[in-house]
């Protein structure tokens, strides 16, 4: 990328609606451990390309634990998923 180009590239707004971090998708929840209860999801940390959100869950012990998801969508969104694809699979047992 060209240098004059750059300003404009880290300056523009984020492609994903901020929607998308307001609620748990099933397929989302799917994959998340059985028996945990969802108590929360929440902006978390900030992406350039991406909305990012902690999802405050309730173990069957009562423990709480949290995951963390990554939204992406469009050109950007298609272009990272590919890579990420690419890293988890090249690592995977």
Do not use: C
Not at 29 to 48: D, F, Q, T
Not at 49 to 63: F, K, L, P, V
């Amino acid at each position: 990328m060209a240098q004059k180009d750059r300003k404009h590239f880290w300056n523009r707004e984020i492609e994903v609606d901020e929607k998308w971090i307001q609620f748990i998708d099933e397929n989302v929840h799917y994959e998340l451990p059985g028996g945990l209860e969802v108590l929360s999801i929440i902006p978390h940390a900030a992406s350039y390309w991406t909305r990012t959100a902690r999802i405050g869950t309730m173990q069957t012990d009562r423990s709480i634990l949290s995951f963390f998801i990554k939204v992406a969508q469009g050109d950007v969104g298609r272009a990272m998923v590919g890579v990420w694809r690419i890293f988890f699979h090249d690592r995977s047992p």
